[in-house]
C-alpha cells in the first residue's frame, strides 16, 4: 500500500483479510497459540519464521495496528507498547546501556524529562540535554563515542517548538548517531520525520492516533534508514546475541526492530494489550479527517486568543508572526496540530481560576483526542521539574497547555471568552 495518499493508508493500512475472514482485525485475546509441529515452535523462538506463539512478544489484533502505523510512517516495522512512555524507554534500551549517553532535547513532555533527568541516570545511562533552538556546534559538543542516541519531538509538549529537522538529521548523519523523534503531536498526516532525515519515530498513540482517550498505547517505528552494519559506536548490532544462537541485528533487514521486540520487548514484557490495539486500530481510521479538523480549529483559537487583552503571550506555529512560522511552513505545511500553550497575565492563581470556570472545556491530565481539553503543566505534568528545568523545557508559570478538539470552533471560543472573563 506505499504507493496510496496518507487519508487512504489511515482507513486501509495495516490488516488485509483473506476471502470470508473479518473485515477489520478481530480482537486475538488470547496470551497463547497453537502449533501442531514442534520444529514450527522452535523457529519461531529462533526468528527462523514468523508468526504469534505468546503476546508478550507479538499478538494478531497489535500487529494491525503496528502495521498501520509503520505504513503511515513509511516505516519498515512498528513495534505496540503498553505506553507512549514504554515506547520512549524502550527504544533508549535497545541501542543504550551503562556507560552509554543519549542527547535530548530540554523541551520534551514533562513524563520523558523525567525518565531521561532521573531513571535513566539510575541505571548507568547518561542524558545530556540540549535546547532545540540551540546552533548546531553548541548540540554537537554533547555528542562523543559513547552517545547512542539523539531524541526530540516534533512539536515540543507543551512548548509548542517545532523542530528543525535539518540541523538535528545533519548532526546525526555526521556523527553517525541514531536520531529518533516523537512524532506524537504532528503524526504522521501533518509531518512524516522520515521525510526529513529520522531514524525511529515514536508514539504516544492514546493520543491522536486514538483520537477518542479509550485506548493506552505506544508505537515504535523503525524507518529502515539506518546502517547499524560495522558502525562501532553500536557493538551489540554487530556481535552476536548468544540468546539467540549467534545472531547479528546489523545484517538483518529489520536490524533495529528486531532486536528491539526480541530482546527489549521479550525481557521487558511492555507490550500493547489486544484490546487497547483494536481500539488504537479502528480509532485511526479517521485520522486525516480529525487532523485537518483540530489544526484548522486551532489555527482559529490561536487568533481569537492573540488579541485578548487578558493573554500575555500565545504559541501555535499558525500564527503569522510565531517564532517557529517558517519551521511550520516548512516541515508541517498541511496543518499544525490541535495543540497550543498561552499565559495569562497575572498570577498562577488566575491560570486556576480561568480553567474551572471553563464549561466546554475540561481540565486533565492528557491531550489530542476529539475533546477540548485545558491543563497547567507547572503544577501537574512538570511539577517535579526544577525552576531551573521549567525554563529550559520552556515552561513558564503561567503556561495552560490547550488541546483543541473538534467540537465547533465557534463553541470552544465561547467557552474561552466567558471564562477568561472571570479572571
Request: glycine fraction near 8%.
Amino acid at each position: 500500500m506505499k504507493n496510496y495518499k496518507i487519508d487512504t493508508l489511515c482507513v486501509q493500512a495495516g490488516y488485509e483479510p483473506k476471502s470470508g475472514e473479518a473485515r477489520i482485525p478481530p480482537i486475538a485475546q488470547s496470551t497463547t497459540f497453537f502449533y501442531g509441529k514442534t520444529q514450527d515452535m522452535a523457529d519461531l523462538f529462533d526468528l527462523k519464521s514468523e508468526g504469534y506463539f505468546y503476546s508478550r512478544l507479538a499478538n494478531p489484533t497489535v500487529a494491525a495496528f503496528e502495521g498501520k502505523v509503520a505504513a503511515l510512517e513509511g516505516g519498515l516495522c512498528g513495534i505496540g507498547c503498553a505506553s507512549g512512555m514504554s515506547a520512549t524507554s524502550l527504544t533508549v534500551f535497545t541501542v543504550a546501556g551503562a556507560g552509554d549517553n543519549v542527547v535530548v532535547s530540554s523541551a520534551i513532555y514533562g513524563g520523558s524529562y523525567n525518565l531521561f533527568s532521573t531513571t535513566l541516570p539510575k541505571l548507568g545511562i547518561e542524558c545530556r540535554f540540549f535546547d532545540p533552538d540551540a546552533p548546531a556546534e553548541e548540540i554537537e559538543k554533547l555528542i562523543d563515542d559513547k552517545t547512542k542516541l539523539i531524541f526530540t519531538e516534533t512539536i515540543a509538549n507543551p512548548a509548542i517548538i517545532v523542530l528543525d529537522f535539518d540541523k538535528i538529521a545533519k548532526i546525526a548523519d555526521k556523527y553517525g548517531v541514531l536520531f529518533a523523534v516523537d512524532n506524537t503531536l504532528a503524526t504522521p498526516v501533518l509531518c512524516r520525520p522520515k521525510e526529513f532525515g529520522a531514524h525511529i519515530i515514536i508514539h504516544s498513540s492514546s493520543k491522536y492516533l486514538d483520537g477518542h482517550a479509550a485506548a493506552l498505547g505506544g508505537v515504535i517505528v523503525d524507518l529502515g534508514t539506518f546502517d547499524f552494519k560495522g558502525n562501532s559506536r553500536y557493538k551489540s548490532f554487530n556481535e552476536p546475541d548468544e540468546s539467540y544462537h549467534g545472531l547479528v541485528y546489523a545484517d538483518l533487514p529489520v536490524a533495529f526492530g528486531t532486536k528491539c521486540r526480541a530482546q527489549m520487548m521479550r525481557d521487558f514484557g511492555a507490550i500493547m494489550s489486544p484490546q487497547n490495539g483494536f481500539i488504537s486500530y479502528i480509532g485511526s481510521d479517521t485520522l486525516a479527517l480529525r487532523m485537518e479538523r483540530h489544526s484548522e480549529n486551532a489555527k482559529k483559537v490561536a487568533a481569537y486568543l492573540k488579541k485578548h487583552p487578558k493573554i500575555e503571550w500565545i504559541n501555535h506555529p499558525s500564527l503569522p508572526d510565531n517564532k517557529y512560522n517558517k519551521l511550520a511552513q516548512k516541515y508541517l505545511p498541511d496543518g499544525q496540530g490541535g495543540m497550543l500553550s498561552f499565559g495569562i497575565k497575572g498570577s498562577v492563581e488566575k491560570c486556576a481560576s480561568f480553567m474551572e470556570a471553563l464549561k466546554l472545556i475540561t481540565q486533565e491530565t492528557h491531550v489530542a483526542d476529539v475533546r477540548s481539553c485545558v491543563l497547567h503543566p507547572a503544577s501537574t505534568t512538570h511539577r517535579q521539574l526544577s525552576e531551573e528545568d521549567l525554563k529550559k523545557a520552556g515552561v513558564p508559570h503561567n503556561l495552560i497547555r490547550l488541546s483543541v478538539g473538534i467540537e465547533n470552533a465557534a463553541d470552544i471560543i465561547a467557552d474561552l471568552e466567558q471564562a477568561l472573563a472571570k479572571v
